[in-house]
């Protein structure tokens, strides 16, 4: 059974760094295309990022181009999302996902597993 476990949320001043975790079980990491997801209260959930391991190509939604990095550690089959110079409009719970099925990756309908989520707030 495929697990996704995201970690290293938390609450950090505008301008600072996180860096989230997605701890992948039950298939490795190059099972498939991944992506970070982001819901802010009140707004549907969207795309943040997403990875193809084939291709080595990634995604960035616009807002965070330049400041946020995914990546990804096959020995640990864990997920990262590298967050800097964040901003308050960054706040917002972040989920991992994966698509088996190697699509374009940047619609929830195309991921077949899904973190728990995890609070990321970025105080002003």
């Known amino acids: 059974q495929v697990q996704l476990v995201e970690s290293g949320g938390g609450l950090v001043q505008a301008g600072g760094s996180l860096r989230l975790s997605c701890a992948v079980s039950?298939?490795?990491?190059?099972?498939?295309?991944m992506g970070w997801f982001r819901q802010a209260p009140g707004k549907e959930r969207e795309i943040v990022a997403r990875?193809?391991?084939?291709?080595?190509?990634?995604y960035y939604t616009d807002s965070v181009k330049g400041r946020f990095t995914i990546s990804g550690d096959k020995a640990k089959n864990t997920m990262y999302l590298q967050m800097n110079s964040l901003k308050p409009e960054d706040t917002a719970v972040y989920y991992c996902?994966?698509?088996?099925?190697?699509?374009?990756?940047?619609?929830?309908?195309?991921?077949?597993?899904w973190g728990q989520g995890t609070q990321v707030t970025v105080s002003s």
């Open positions: 996902a994966a698509d088996r099925n190697y699509g374009l990756g940047l619609k929830e309908a195309e991921y077949d597993y």
């Open positions: 039950g298939r490795t990491l190059s099972s498939f295309n």
């Open positions: 990875i193809n391991w084939r291709g080595a190509s990634t």
